[in-house]
């Protein structure tokens, strides 16, 4: 096992952001299934959050969703974050769940909805302003379900319109992260479906916007890493909504569909040197629990990234630099194998010893008795949930 201080001080210093919206309930279209114990305000889901940090000790930020975890004062939830040992991440819009969006959102065809949907989206800033959040995550639910619904270009515009006019709102250290999906809710044709479209409009709108790479939104078979490495030598990844789908964006725990695809990724993101902190690019999580303990799950998730981080470090990339070099097709690929196949279980546990914490992260939860506190206290109330 490589005691590489370089691989060491990088799994240390990753970082790994929480969606505040695994902790609520949420399920598929056919159920929602409850869970005791389950946060009843972004209050207590930052609360569960900071447990995911607390076990992992690379979890410190938790990403909101607006109005989801709506709140009278945002300073006030930002230093409830910070008493609890962590702070408050990307803001990600919502312009899917009102009734007006029906036909769409910044691409409607109607300007008053495409103003309601702009104006939700300011107020996205203005919450970062206060929350001194950086990025701005958009994703919209725009798109058609029949061919002649609606002009395919002209929805474009629009879209390319209400986004220059949020670009300009946002401040010299914030930014736009704009994700795609190629389809769902819609079914015939996306506003935003791919790399190349979120890409067209952060380039036409400037630096500070870029492409969020969710590994839930491809089509089966597409090369991912590819995406990834082409938007990191473009300068234009944002950062990744991880998780992982078997079917279509089945929002499951990242890596557990396909740990060598992550593996893939993470090495494409070491290679690039962009795990850095300094590098911009944010890792998130964007998963919603059905029927797995939450608080669990996203511990699970975030030792996923880690191990397929700690895999992508070892790749003797030396090595593999002379084997490509010389064609040498059968050896190069052995190399990737290698450091994939390495069991880092070990490594990861030293890193976590080093930084003061319990080599097993699930055991040391279970051992804490939060989930039964939580049962015991939370009851009452009306517990959060996807609201869909
Ligand atoms: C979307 C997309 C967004 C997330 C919502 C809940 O499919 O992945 O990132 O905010 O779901
Ligand atoms: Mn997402």
Redesign the pocket.
Known sequence: MSTDPAVLAALKNQRIELPS?AFGNSGTRFKVFAQKGVPRNAYEKIADAAQVHRFTGIAPTVAL?IPWDKVDSYQDLARHAADLGVALGTI?SNTFQDDDYMLGSVCNADPAIRRKAVAHLVECIEIMDVTGSRDL?L?FADGTNYPGQDDIRARQDRLAESLAEVYARLGPDQRLVL?Y?FFEPAFYMTDVPDWGTAFLHCLALGEKAKVVV?T??HAPGVNIEFIVAGLLRAGKLGGF?FNSRFYA?DDLMVGAADPFQLFRIMFEVVKADALRIESNVSFML?Q?HNIEPKIQGQIRSVMNVQEATAKALLVDRDELAVCQRDGKVLEANAILMDAYNTDVRPLVADVRRDLGLDPDPIAAYARSGYLESVVRERVGGEQAGWGA
């Open positions: 919206w969703h990600n995550k994703w994700e999906k969710d839930g939104h909504d964006d964007d919603c």
